[in-house]
């Protein structure tokens, strides 16, 4: 087999045997970033934060008059208790829909360069819309939605103290939940702790499992730096999801979605499990393709995957260790495209424990608030400006 590598632009031809193989692979498995203490998240110059905008920004993740029929709000699949996610396999959808998907925690959502399980967003800032607008989300309208911050009197305020608009507008509401979002994050678990130098907060069966994620396990060949994941896609073998099988309306929302989407009809037809980033590059390599998540807050956020295929986090080391295989055999409705790195890896039972406990130092406790209370309507004017203005 021969390989080439270029040192200080030189070509120089190797010939390897095996036992070199393994070394090169080890020597591979050194250049990931590291995991490292989470810092501040980045924050874009044009959307600074303030306290006033990211308390507006609270109030409007939990308000549902963001969004269609006034019944869906951020937080309706962004449960704080439920890890700031849902914790249905599938999220729960927009009234009358199921969506197709696992909702995410927007815990630490900050820190990623593309939001959404196939990467679609790339600000926090342009997430916010396409999640309160989405058909199977929010299902809101611009107008709609613009028009209720306007009848009620606080946001009128709040928007023009913070934005110095005389109307709220709706660009400033993402701008303000993103705001929010940014706030939203974890950085003291044990592991950030240890990295800093507290030796004592892992126990020795979490430092085992430390060296099966970077060793055996090959979990840090995707899942590395401060967030836990490089941000690059790939098809790891999640079979497709159990609950279209009972749940027409789960297949019809994602029959729907593929449409939406612009999948040609062949695919619309036949597909029977989630494309993932296929669905934005139309590059039939990308099928079951997706964004690797971080593993932080993962204690809180269960079931797991884009699909939500496995419960707990038993399930998914077992998934790992046969090679991307569920326990019946399943795996990925795109196998073509699955990702050489996932393979059987011949864990002991011992090693999954130690695997498992060095995961969980990855979260720390709940992140809790105190929800707002959601401001109320008011007409524009009193009945006696109404009448001087119809003089
Ligand atoms: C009806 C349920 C629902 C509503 C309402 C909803 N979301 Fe989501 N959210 C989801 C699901 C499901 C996903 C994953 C969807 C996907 O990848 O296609 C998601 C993904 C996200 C992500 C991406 C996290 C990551 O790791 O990339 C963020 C951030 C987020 N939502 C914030 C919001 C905000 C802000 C609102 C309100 C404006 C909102 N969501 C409304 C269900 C919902
Ligand atoms: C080839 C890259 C790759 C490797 C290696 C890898 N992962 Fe993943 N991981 C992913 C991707 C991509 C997803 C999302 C897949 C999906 O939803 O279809 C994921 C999802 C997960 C999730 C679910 C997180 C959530 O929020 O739902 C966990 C937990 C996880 N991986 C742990 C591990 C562990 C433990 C290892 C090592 C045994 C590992 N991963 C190895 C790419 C990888």
């Not at 070509?11 to 193989?21: C, F, G, K, S, T």
């Not at 130098?197 to 994620?213: A, V």
């Not at 196998?335 to 864990?347: A, F, H, Q, R, T």
């Amino acid at each position: 087999m021969l390989r080439y590598t270029k040192i200080a632009g030189l070509a120089i031809v190797l010939a390897v045997n095996y036992q070199a193989v393994a070394e090169e692979a080890k020597e591979e498995a050194k250049i990931f970033p590291p995991l490292a203490p989470l810092g501040e998240p980045p924050v874009p110059p044009d959307n600074k934060q303030s306290d006033a905008k990211v308390e507006l920004g609270k109030i409007l993740f939990f308000d549902p008059r963001i969004g269609g029929d006034t019944s869906t709000a951020c937080s309706t699949c962004h449960e704080p208790s439920q890890g700031w996610a849902f914790s249905d396999d599938l999220s729960k959808g927009y009234p009358g829909t199921v969506h197709w998907r696992n909702s995410q925690t927007v815990i630490n959502s900050a820190y990623y360069s593309k939001l959404f399980w196939a990467g679609s967003a790339l600000s926090l800032e342009k997430q916010a819309p396409s999640a309160a607008k989405g058909g199977v989300a929010g299902n809101g309208e611009n107008d709609l939605m613009e028009a209720r911050l306007a009848l009620i009197p606080e946001y009128r305020k709040r928007f023009n103290e913070i934005f110095g608009t005389e109307w709220p507008l709706i660009g400033d509401a993402w701008r303000a939940i993103a705001a929010f979002e940014r706030t939203l994050i974890q950085r003291d678990t044990p592991l950030d702790k240890y990295l800093m130098g507290d030796k004592s907060s892992l126990n020795d069966q979490q430092i085992k499992g430390m060296d099966i994620f970077t060793g055996k396990g090959g979990c840090i060949q995707c899942h590395n730096g401060a967030l836990a994941t490089d941000e690059h896609y790939y098809n790891i073998g999640v079979p497709p999801s159990k609950r279209w099988e009972e749940d027409g309306l789960a297949q019809i929302t994602f029959r729907f979605e593929m449409y939406a989407k612009g999948s040609n009809e062949e695919l619309y037809r036949s597909a029977k499990a989630d494309p993932g980033l296929y669905f934005r590059s139309k590059n039939k390599w990308d099928k079951g393709k997706f964004r690797v998540p971080s593993l932080r807050y993962t204690a809180h956020t269960a079931p797991y995957m884009h699909n939500g295929a496995f419960y707990t986090m038993e399930e998914v080391v077992d998934f790992y260790d046969r090679g991307g295989v569920d326990e019946e055999g399943r795996t990925t409705g795109w196998p073509d495209n699955k990702s050489p790195l996932i393979k059987p890896l011949g864990l002991t039972d011992s090693e999954k424990e130690d695997l498992l406990a060095f995961i969980e130092a990855f979260s720390g406790d709940e992140v809790t608030i105190e929800e707002p209370t959601l401001p109320k309507y008011a007409p524009l004017f009193t009945k006696a400006e109404l009448e001087a203005l119809e003089k």
